[in-house]
């Protein structure tokens, strides 16, 4: 609202400054994604249908109001970075703390919770109208490790891998397990490098795990009691022949 006030010359006239912007609202000029504090977007003749434009083109100024630390994670980095298997139905935001979804025009935006953010593994890239944060793709797979049974399980996320796998470093992956610091997550991301083969991948992780204590994890969800559990002593991760399916179909 500061910014429309100075822009149109109507500082210090609030009351002027909200009547303006509702009717700007109902003429689909403009659409409001957040009410503390408020945050309006503008909406092009092209995306009116849609309600608001594409969140890349908002993102990094209404978050700067909203929750400055933040990146786009889960399948929408997977998205920037070329991996997109699905029609997603939100577009997925990692920030500090709890905040609930907002909504822009016929999407959502769905925040993520990562404590340490400050030390996640970003770039700032240039979407199609304006700059936004985006996690490294590298980072992107442990997010997604980290929230697997909310981004669609392990076929999900070896489908991103797998086509990730020619582009990921081998510093860059250390960076990222380093920024998040979880055992688990590496345990079960360095088992899905090995079933897909990305043999360089598996031995950094192997390494970075080498001087750290761990336990013994499941891969994925509770296995049923009629399904076979294996372990693999690389990892110490346990899973079963199901889960070795779910990474094939994405192969």
Avoid: C
């Avoid at 086509?163 to 688990?184: C, I, K, N, W, Y």
């Amino acid at each position: 609202m500061e910014t429309f006030a100075a822009l149109t010359g109507r500082l210090g006239n609030a009351h002027g400054i909200r009547i303006s912007l509702k009717r700007l609202a109902e003429r689909g000029l403009v659409t409001t994604i957040h009410k503390r504090p408020m945050v309006y977007v503008i909406v092009p003749p092209e995306y009116r249908a849609y309600g608001a434009p594409p969140f890349s083109w908002w993102l990094h100024d209404a978050m700067q109001l909203i929750e400055p630390e933040y990146y786009a994670g889960l399948h929408s980095a997977a998205r920037y970075w070329g991996s997109s298997h699905y029609a997603l139905q939100a577009d997925h935001v990692m920030v500090g703390s709890y905040r609930a979804p907002l909504t822009a025009g016929r999407r959502q935006v769905v925040f993520t919770v990562r404590s340490d953010i400050s030390s996640a593994r970003t770039v700032r890239t240039r979407g199609e109208k304006g700059a936004y944060l985006v996690s490294t793709r590298e980072g992107t797979l442990l997010d997604l490790m980290r929230h697997r049974s909310k981004v669609g399980g392990l076929e999900s996320i070896a489908r991103v891998a797998r086509d990730f796998g020619p582009h990921l470093t081998q510093s860059e992956l250390v960076r990222a397990l380093d920024a998040m610091g979880q055992v688990a997550v590496a345990q079960r991301i360095g088992f899905l490098f090995e079933e897909l083969k990305l043999d360089q991948m598996a031995t950094v992780v192997e390494k970075w795990l080498s001087p750290r204590t761990r336990t013994t994890r499941l891969l994925a969800e509770p296995v049923p009691e009629t399904l076979t559990i294996m372990t693999k002593p690389r990892w110490r991760v346990t899973y079963s022949m199901r889960d070795i399916n779910e990474i094939k179909e994405a192969q």
